[in-house]
């Protein structure tokens, strides 16, 4: 018996071929089941179509989990995490390579990073940063989005003005630094009078990189302070804390038993000695040695 298929089906059944992602072919393949002839020659198209529905919702359940451990399986590392964040042949690749000793694929070809890539940047602090993949403006940016917004810091490497308006609409962070790349071929001055605070940086010619770095460090809102023990020289490795922290904060760092013993700590600042009680406030560089 012939289905008898009116055109509004027909145009919905080219819909679903001509859908290029899962979540399209889904849609389109609910349209085709609403429009689908209901009387009982179609009842094998119908529950052809619907059983084609079930596959299709499977399909994304599943690539919605291995998404999500393929997001977990990159935990954060060092004192804080910045990703770098940008469309295709930004430059990000070789920023990464500028900024850490990291060696990821670099190539005038578009789209060449398909996973997130990592270094580590060393400011006394130990910052990890992640090249995303490139924007594409399609579903696939859902993954990369969600690794921004979840980082310390979000790097915007824009070209132009389009470029970077249509980044920050995408975002849900605020905690961003625009960075204009490739500054030498560029122009720089438009995209920074209209982005204030804006950095430009040529990665290929090393321009601005050691800035870049201290924009990086003052942006996360964090200090390094040395501890030291009586008649020692001070760590050379820092403690890492949030800007405004005081004594006490560094003491619950160290050990749980130094607030419940303090008597006072000694804090070096500018050569500076001066001895104080956990509610002090410390600040970056600080030699901090406590008394228990």
């Known amino acids: 018996m012939p289905i008898n298929a009116g055109p509004e089906f027909i145009r919905a059944q080219k819909e679903f071929l001509a859908a290029k992602t899962l979540e399209e072919k889904i849609e389109r393949l609910k349209k085709m089941i609403s429009l689908a002839p209901k009387h009982k020659g179609a009842e094998n198209l119908l529950a052809n179509l619907k059983s084609r529905l079930a596959k299709l919702k499977q399909e994304l359940i599943r690539r919605k989990k291995v998404k ?24 990000k690749s070789l920023l990464l390579s500028k900024l850490t000793h990291a060696i990821p694929k670099i190539s005038k070809f578009p789209y060449t990073t398909i996973k997130p890539e990592q270094g580590i940047l060393n400011i006394g602090a ?21 690794y921004a917004n979840n980082s310390d810091l979000v790097l915007i490497i824009g070209l132009s003005t389009d470029e970077i308006k249509k980044i920050l609409e995408k975002l849900k962070t605020k905690k ?4 204009i790349n490739k500054s030498d071929i560029i122009d720089e001055d438009k995209i920074k009078r209209q982005f204030l605070g804006a950095i430009a940086v040529s990665a290929l010619q090393n321009k601005n990189i050691n800035q870049l770095k201290k924009k990086i460090f003052d942006s ?7 501890t030291k023990q009586p008649g020692h020289e001070p760590e050379k490795k820092p403690i890492v804390l949030k800007k405004n922290a005081f004594v006490e904060d560094f003491a619950k760092k160290i050990h749980k038993d130094f607030i419940k013993n303090f008597k006072f700590a000694k804090i070096w600042r500018n050569k500076t000695l001066k001895k104080v009680g956990l509610k002090y406030l410390i600040k970056d560089q600080d030699i901090i040695e406590v008394h228990i």
Do not use: F, M
């Open 126 to 146: 130990l910052i990890q940063i992640l090249d995303l993949p490139s924007l594409k403006n399609n579903q696939e940016d859902k993954e990369t989005l969600g």
């Open 176 to 179: 961003v630094i625009i960075v």
């Open 220 to 226: 996360l809102d964090i200090i390094r302070v040395y």
């Open 68 to 91: 999500k451990h393929s997001q977990q399986g990159i935990r954060k590392e060092g004192d804080a995490q910045i990703t770098l964040i940008g469309y295709t042949n930004s430059g």
